[in-house]
């Protein structure tokens, strides 16, 4: 089963739940967590490990070579990132740093004018997480700085942890429902949403909400910091797309401070109200895998 755990808006709390969901579904069964937040992945943070078994993400880098170039300009118009640019004198060059290396330039030159190379923009990890009875893989995606383009690097992510053998592949995504967002949960069983009682928070749940529909993925809602505002509205727009609003996670200091701590709250303060909401959502999660 793969379960994602997204919902639009940044800072919602999805990887407090990936990781405390994690923590549960592992015992008795193989888990893999893939933190694709490329951007800004922290899941590794909130478990108290490290990054281990680096490998590199490489993408298709083109190079002109000029003496083949006949200044036609087709490689510029193909390129739909602004990558390659035609001087006024119908002079190929590259932005490196832009290209997504899609290899359009490379297929569409009419004089084979464009080699191939490559560059690495992100990298992969795979790290062995064992806590307090639970154990399971964390596959982490990281970009380098200064890269631009995060749908490669979330996608090797994604494989590298799909090619685990697993009872479960929880899948974390980045904030936002853009392509890469839709490139992490693309092929789930179970998206769950994470937001919270404000304005921001509700419009963002509608989207990812979409996004779920639109893929044929079932969704669930889980409302975070519970108490800060009304939820009427969520709610309301749960039922609206058929979705289920499977757990109410208070706010509280507890969270946070299992967060900074880096311990899962459901390890670190079982009896806890946040604790028992969170486990009462995977316990939901292991009655559809049956």
């Not at 083109?62 to 990558?83: E, I, L, M, N, W």
């Not at 044929?216 to 309301?236: C, F, K, M, Q, T």
Request: aromatic residues 4%.
């Amino acid at each position: 089963m793969i379960v994602s755990v997204s919902g639009g808006k940044g800072g919602t709390g999805k990887s407090t739940v990936a990781v405390n969901l994690a923590a549960l579904l592992s015992r008795g069964r193989r888990l893999v967590l893939a933190d694709l937040d490329v951007e800004d992945p922290n899941d590794h943070i909130l478990l108290g490990v490290g990054l281990e078994r680096e490998e590199p993400v490489n993408v298709m880098l083109p190079f002109v070579d000029y003496r083949r170039c006949t200044k036609c300009g087709v490689c510029g118009k193909v390129c739909d990132t602004g990558a390659m640019l035609i001087s006024p004198q119908g002079v190929p060059f590259l932005i490196p740093r832009l290209c997504s290396g899609c290899r359009a330039c490379y297929f569409a030159c009419p004089e084979g004018a464009i080699v191939e190379g490559g560059r690495t923009i992100a990298y992969t990890y795979l790290t062995d997480v064992s806590l307090d009875g639970a154990e399971f893989e964390l596959v982490t995606g990281s970009l380098r700085e200064g890269e631009e383009h995060t749908p490669p690097a979330v996608l090797a992510a994604k494989e590298r942890a799909l090619s685990l053998d697993a009872d479960v592949h929880l899948i974390d995504t980045s904030a936002g429902t853009g392509n890469s967002v839709a490139t992490a949960v693309d092929g789930s069983d179970l998206l769950i949403a994470v937001t919270e009682p404000t304005p921001l928070g509700l419009h963002d749940l509608g989207l990812i909400l979409r996004v779920a529909e639109e893929l044929g993925i079932e969704s669930w809602v889980v409302i975070n910091r519970a108490g800060l505002g009304p939820e009427d509205g969520h709610v309301r727009l749960a039922e609206e797309r058929g979705a289920r609003v499977a757990a109410r996670i208070p706010y509280s200091r507890e969270v946070v401070e299992s967060y900074v701590g880096g311990s899962p709250i459901v390890l670190s303060r079982p009896g806890s109200e946040a604790a028992r909401a969170l486990a009462g959502l995977a316990a939901m999660v292991e009655e559809v895998m049956g």
